[in-house]
């Protein structure tokens, strides 16, 4: 989890806060407002909820209803991101599927994972720019933390916005946003307390990869301390340049791959090529019309090619981790469920195991 940045009386009353933003924002035009806030001291939420009056409207977040009116919106770019990726789609907020705490949307360039108990908060931003009006729906957990966002692309969608905003604004228009403090991790049990035999049992056992994280809770083990324990029959450590190997290949070669990014809240995943691919200082981008991927290659501390039995045969990942333990990104090759894994796809790893293993780690 992100931790949240300390808020203290002073530096979140928000007219207080709303002054020192602005002069933020004349010193540094082109700030965006998440570094804003991590300068400023406060959450995300916290520093947008000073618009409230203005360009910004406090939602009611009844998600099992607001969530299926966001198909009328025509086209829009989503954007998630996590601490050390910015992942953003361009296609149509469509195929809504709501079943209680998760929710699903399945449009052929959107598509998502949605996890509603993180919602606390959500508004609905006009912002004023040179070349008109930009409407956004923005929601955040209950530490401020943005999970999802959501802009219009499409005039046709902006009635279809005005409505769900008049329909879902909420009766209280406070520009205090009541942020919890974010709880720090639980540290992973001991290397000596796991059953590693068993754990491997059970990973040998997998029909799904959705059946990962049941297998992890069942063992009490952490994620990248499976990965280091389970052994190289399902493991392989790389070096932390395979994003950008990989990224370089699949472009070159018109493999489709699928590249997904996400927090508590939210996961989103592009399934496809990729074309554009440029590095700009330590991030690493991916720059097409339908799909941009901004990703912290400082901030990767391992990375791991994974192998999941299926009942389709195995399926393999690139996996990402930053210095806590917290997944960056994954990458799979194109499938789908009832087809096995792309022979491609499976070589374009074998080779990246090759030539990129993890430092000390002989080939």
């Known amino acids: 989890m992100i931790s949240n ?11 207080a806060l709303l002054q020192r933003w602005n002069a933020l924002r004349e010193a540094e035009p082109r700030m965006r407002i998440r570094d804003a ?9 916290q520093l947008l909820a000073t618009g409230v009056g203005g360009d910004v409207v406090r939602l009611d977040l009844r998600l099992d209803a607001l969530l299926p009116r966001l198909d009328t919106l025509g086209k829009v770019m989503t954007l998630t991101r996590n601490e050390s990726a910015v992942h953003e789609k361009r296609g149509l907020y469509r195929n809504i599927e709501v079943n209680g705490a998760v929710a699903l949307v399945l449009d052929e360039n959107i598509d998502l994972r949605l996890f509603l108990t993180r919602w606390r908060f959500g508004y609905a931003v006009r912002e004023t720019r040179p070349e008109g009006i930009r409407r956004s729906l923005h929601f955040f957990d209950a530490t401020g933390m943005a999970l999802h966002k959501i802009y219009l692309e499409d005039e046709q969608g902006v009635s279809a916005f005005e409505r769900i905003v008049e329909d879902f604004t909420h009766a209280e228009q406070t520009k205090v946003v009541p942020v919890e403090a974010a709880t720090a991790p639980e540290a992973p049990r001991p290397d000596a307390d796991i059953d ?7 990973w040998r056992g997998l029909q799904d990869t959705h059946d990962f994280f049941p297998l992890l809770r069942r063992f009490k083990v952490a994620r990248t301390q499976a990965l280091r324990l389970v052994g190289k029959e399902f493991v392989t450590p790389v070096a932390s340049a395979s994003l950008t190997w990989v990224l370089e290949k699949v472009a070159a070669s018109g493999l489709a791959i699928m ?3 996400g927090n508590p ?3 989103q995943i592009h399934t496809g ?14 720059l097409d019309p339908s799909f941009n991927l901004h990703l912290r290659t400082d901030h990767i501390h391992s990375a791991w090619i994974v192998r999941k039995p299926t009942r389709d045969g195995v399926v393999t990942s690139l996996e990402l981790f930053d210095k806590d333990g917290e997944n960056i990104a994954l990458i799979f090759g194109k499938r789908k469920p009832g087809v096995p894994e792309s022979t491609d796809w499976r070589a374009l ?6 030539v990129l293993p993890a430092p000390g780690v002989v080939s």
Do not use: R
Request: proline share 8%; aromatic share 4%.
């Open 196 to 202: 590693v035999a068993g754990l491997v049992e059970g």
């Open 259 to 261: 590249v997904f990014v």
């Open 265 to 267: 809240g939210a996961i």
């Open 273 to 286: 090529p990729v074309h554009t691919v440029k590095a700009m200082g330590p991030w690493m981008n991916v």
């Open 349 to 354: 790893v074998e080779e990246l195991v090759a």
């Open 5 to 15: 940045p300390a808020s203290t009386a002073s530096s979140s009353e928000p007219t």
């Open 37 to 45: 806030a991590q300068q400023l001291g406060v959450s995300e939420a």
